[in-house]
């Protein structure tokens, strides 16, 4: 009798024990003591939490792209062949320019410097001819394997790990390239001048310093379209080699076969001699604007009206427009970048169109392990 007193006593304790328990561990959990011990610590800060003077996992992740791509062979050995040829068609130009430049004499109107950008002596093509050919090449370089090699090589999954966001691999990979390339743009501009101001003797305007600046800044938006279809292919496909064979085949359908084609369809629908101007003009107008789907179609047309401030449109010409015109004046910047405005939105909503696509695409992805 004795013991089951006492065992019922002991099991009465053990209850009252595990009541207060259950009421000190609720307690804790309240909002209200999370908000006193968050207000009482001191230092303790989580592992993905930065002090304001260390770079965060972004920054960090960008210098180590740059630092990749700055290193890479491949990379390198673009950049020398694109410095070697677009030197080459400016030396090219500029024989026997400086002669005539001198007897010229300096007007604000001549724009001499612009034409070391676009002058060629038939033996190289012109400078901005070999960055809208060479230009897409060397953004395919920089992302056909900017996600896949990563996977193939184990340190997606390891990246994956650390407390960062998903979305700051792809951003950051982007942005990087972006950042080499616009140096090596400016790069080549500057040197470009500095050959122009040696040989020529003459320093730039500043509107031709401007307009220059504006065709380094197209031709960078232009590499960036091609760069974010390298990384959508990147993001699509698992081999970098598919990939890569992948942007050099849209890269030859746009610039080769599209051509070929609309030409074939151009000379299909060509109106009759009997046909009025109305219907010669609206089949001019589909043509152009088939030709106009294409990014390097853009891009020169863009780059024509920068660098030749005398281009005051590029529809065909009607009666209605050259009437009144002034023949050979040269339009200031801001009417220049207003009638290439439609091809630089274009170049822009294709660019963020790509990679719009390859991050949806990358965050939706499932990343394994190797």
Known sequence: MGWMIFITVISKRMEIVNNLSDRIRKLKDSSFIRSIRSALSVGERPAYEYHSGTPGPFAVM???????????????????????????????????????????????????????FTASDETLPSFFVFISFLGPLLGIAMGFDAINMEENKGTMSRIMSHPIHRDNIIIAKFVAAIAVLSVMFFFLGFITIGLGIITIGIPPTPQEFLRIMSFIILSILYVSFWLSLSIFFSVRFRQPATSALSGIAVWLFLTVFYSIIVSVIAKAAAPSEMASTQQVMKYQQVIVGLFRILPGELYSDATTTLLV???????????????????NASLPLGQSILIVWPQITGLIAATIICFVISYVTFMKREIRSR
């Open 62 to 116: 960008i210098k180590k792209e740059i630092s990749d791509h700055i290193r890479s062979w491949r990379f390198i050995i673009l950049f020398v062949i694109i410095i070697l040829a677009c030197l080459g068609s400016v030396l090219s130009g500029l024989q026997g320019f400086s002669n005539a430049v001198k007897a010229a004499g300096r007007d604000e109107e001549s724009f001499f410097f612009l034409r070391l």
């Open 309 to 327: 401030p005398t281009v005051r449109s590029l529809s065909p010409l009607t009666p209605e427009k050259i009437y009144g015109a002034i023949p």
